[in-house]
């Protein structure tokens, strides 16, 4: 199998430049030999996450991008604002390769015999710089995949499966016993229902309109609020007061939706006091912001929601070094026991390193639209 492993390959890399340009690449990158305990991944499929497209645009004003060629392989150039330069300022002439997590086929394993006992075998790999046709890397970082399975269903092993578990991990450690979570229709959310309704979680799921609402009720949600509707609110307090949720997570991040959700609960918490209190509920109120879809300020009104509550951010890695090696063991095991059913990703377009490089395309999955996901197949011909 060393035989079919070529000397280079191709990477996709992002550099902000020093001038305030955004360069995305692509370029041949040697394939270094693995070391003992390190495998050679051919990678056949690795999807657009959110976080990665903050790695791979940054602050850069994309709707100015332009498309040209470098060593015959193309570049995307796009302005960065003196802003985006100031909150990019520890990146500046670095080329990032980019990719958090993919699938693909081991095709050369170095002399151990846990890297000796991946070849040949098709793998989830978590260790970023994804978006490439090799990746080397040690076989901690690769989770083996029954026989089988295709590299796109296990391209989205770790990011989105692992964050969903989290939540419902958080929501017991922490003493909650319902859940909100926002956005709720994304591949994340819809992996999110299909946990709770297994493992009989309360969950409120709030989206941004009536198709996301029908799309998430067609797979089993019994919360849904649609934040494009005049009751909103009062929905939202309605089904607070009935699941009793006191925690939520906010993929949205900017704007009123996080102080909205915290006087919401409140509304819910105040209904069930029977004394008044002028600083509002005992109950303790938490909002986890996860994400940025909305990267305008975060804008609270402390005075509607008391002051027993806390608004914080979450990411998933500092979590699961602080849950421990047993216990994130656990629940990769579920993400591989359950891959095709409660954590099946759906892809609505599969692209080449190439086309990544569109300025059709970027415009495409740059939007972030619900529902539409992109998964690049490195190996892929144009």
Sequence with gaps: MTDHVPSTGLQLLSRITKDAQLEVSL???PVAEPRDDQVVVKVLATPINPSDLALLFGAADMSSAAATVRDGHPLVTAPVSPGGMRAMATRLDEAMPVGTEGAGIVVKAGASPAAQALLGKTVAMLGGAMYAQYRVLRVAECMLLPDGTAPADGASCFVNPLTSLAMTEVMRREGHSALIHTAAASNLGQMLVKICLKDGIPLINVVRSPEQAELLRGIGAQYVADSSQPDFLDTLTAMITETGATLAFDAIGGGKLAGQLLSCMEA?????????????????????????????PTTLNRNSYGFSWSLGGFLLTPFLIKIGGEAVQALKDRVVAELTTTFASHYTHEISLIEALQPDTIAAYNRRATGTKFLICPQKAD
């Design 27 to 29: 370029v041949d990158q």
């Design 268 to 296: 819910a918490a105040v209904k069930r006091m029977t004394t008044y209190s002028r600083y509002g509920s005992d109950t303790f109120k938490q909002v986890y912001i996860y994400g940025g879809l909305d990267v305008g």
